[in-house]
C-alpha cells in the first residue's frame, strides 16, 4: 500500500517571494510521482512527474521538484511566484503494479499574497 | 495532446432523477479511465476504474448499483448517478491515462447539486 502526506494544508506567501510545497510519499515498491494544480472549479492540471532518470525535474509554469529516495520526498518548488499561482497543489504517486492507479496527498492551498 | 472532456460541466437536478456523467478522451485512446469524488476543500477520492469491455472495479464502500459505470468505447466513460440524493451533490473527475503512459490527464469536472 502506498500513501503520501502533503505536509502544510496552506501555504500562504508573498508575490515574487520563492516557495517550497512539502510532499513525502511510502512505498514499499518503485514509485511514480506526480504534482497536479487545480484552479478552483476545474479539474486538475499536471505540473510535472518524476517516472525515472534525473531526480531533478522541471515542469510548467516555472515550478521543478526533486526526487528523494533516501528521504521518500519530492518536494515542489519555485523561486519566484505570481498571483496567478494560487490554487491547490496535489502530490500523487503511483507504481507499476497499480495500472496507473493514483494515490493522492491531502492538498496544499497556495495563496499568494500581492 | 491527452486532453480530456466532460460533460456536463454542471447539473442540477431533483431527489430521486438518475443523472448521467460523460468522460471522453479527445485524442488518445483509454482501456483504463478512472472516476473521482471531490468534496469542498478535500483531496481527491478514487470511486472505481472504468474498463473498456469489462466491468468496472469499485473501491470499497462505493456502491455499484448506486453510481453505474459504463466504458462503452477507447474514449468514452460515463457515470450514471442513480436516484441521486442531496448527498451526492458532489465534484465529479474523471480521469484516463494514454496507452502505455503513466500519466494520468484529467478532466474539468462536473458539478452535481442534488435538491
Known amino acids: 500500500a502506498q500513501s503520501v502526506t502533503q505536509l502544510d494544508s496552506q501555504v500562504p506567501v508573498f508575490e515574487e517571494a520563492p516557495v517550497e510545497l512539502r510532499c513525502n510519499y511510502s512505498?514499499?515498491?518503485?514509485?511514480?510521482l506526480f504534482w497536479y494544480v487545480q484552479y478552483p472549479n476545474q479539474g486538475l492540471q499536471l505540473l510535472l512527474k518524476?517516472?525515472?532518470?534525473?531526480?531533478l525535474v522541471k515542469g510548467i509554469n516555472g515550478f521543478e521538484a526533486e526526487f528523494n529516495k533516501s528521504q521518500t520526498s519530492f518536494h515542489l518548488r519555485k523561486p519566484s511566484v505570481h498571483i496567478s499561482d494560487t490554487a491547490e497543489y496535489f502530490c500523487a504517486v503511483s507504481d507499476r503494479s497499480s495500472g496507473s492507479r493514483l494515490t493522492f496527498g491531502e492538498g496544499t492551498q497556495l495563496t499568494v499574497n500581492p | 495532446g491527452a486532453v480530456v472532456s466532460q460533460h456536463p460541466s454542471r447539473v442540477i437536478c431533483k431527489s430521486g432523477t438518475s443523472v448521467k456523467i460523460e468522460c471522453r478522451s479527445l485524442d488518445f485512446q483509454a482501456t483504463t479511465m478512472f472516476w473521482y469524488r471531490q468534496f469542498p476543500k478535500q483531496s481527491l477520492m478514487l470511486m472505481a476504474t472504468?474498463?473498456?469491455?469489462?466491468?468496472?472495479?469499485?473501491e470499497q464502500g462505493v456502491e455499484k448499483d448506486k453510481f453505474l459505470i459504463n466504458h462503452a468505447s477507447l474514449t468514452l466513460s460515463t457515470l450514471t448517478v442513480t436516484s441521486a440524493h442531496p448527498e451526492d451533490s458532489s465534484f465529479y473527475i474523471c480521469s484516463a491515462p494514454p496507452e502505455s503512459q503513466e500519466t494520468q490527464y484529467f478532466g474539468p469536472g462536473t458539478r452535481l447539486l442534488v435538491l
Open positions: 518524476y517516472l525515472s532518470g534525473s531526480t
Open positions: 512505498s514499499s515498491v518503485s514509485v511514480y
Open positions: 472504468s474498463n473498456e469491455g469489462s466491468k468496472a472495479t469499485y
